[in-house]
């Protein structure tokens, strides 16, 4: 159970713990004998180191209800509790950093919460620039192959159209095209069920007066 939960806008947490023991701390303060205080000083910092490794298996993360990045303040109530701690073993704070712990006191504890807060977005930004980056090049692709699928399309179409045209000029078009010679059969007295299309038989005899003349038909003919 944490001491302190700091609540965030977006409905974001920091975890404070507040349970750092500091009877050795108190007695290197009052201490006469040099080696007592060296001896309290000691017992100080393993009490500060064992905190530390505490706090690191805590994991406040997964408690039900809290949206809080993998680590925990561990704030240290006494500036020179810490501070003298420090002095005598400089790997303390890098120790606790490492195990996802940041030690606070009364004087960087807000501006440790402010540095946490600014680092939490950047990294929320930077996780929405990723998926933006994600989205952008899916749609690309999907675009890609769209355009690959209607260049297709329009092949097919030109095809489908060079078809038509061909048929159509089986149709309407040449000596004996299909439309003259079943006008023939109308001419020649075969009863038909209904009537070809009025613009195919127009376009058809339309064909047909522009033909050019066959050479005998040129020959039969006066100058």
Known sequence: RPDVVVYLPQGKHLVIDAKVSLNAYTRYVNAEDEGERQRALREHIDALADRIAELADRAYFDLPGLNTPEMVFM???????????????????????????????????????NIVRQLWRFEEQNAHTAELADRAAKVYRKLTGFLASMEGVGSQLDKAKDSYQKAMGQLVTGKGNLISQAKDFERLGVSVQAALPEQLVARAALELEHLPASDDEAASTPT
């Open 75 to 113: 704030f240290v109530p006494i500036e020179s509790a810490f501070v003298d701690a420090l002095r005598a073993d400089e790997s303390l704070f890098q120790k606790a950093i490492e195990q996802n712990v940041l030690v606070a006191t009364p004087t960087t504890l807000l501006t440790s919460l």
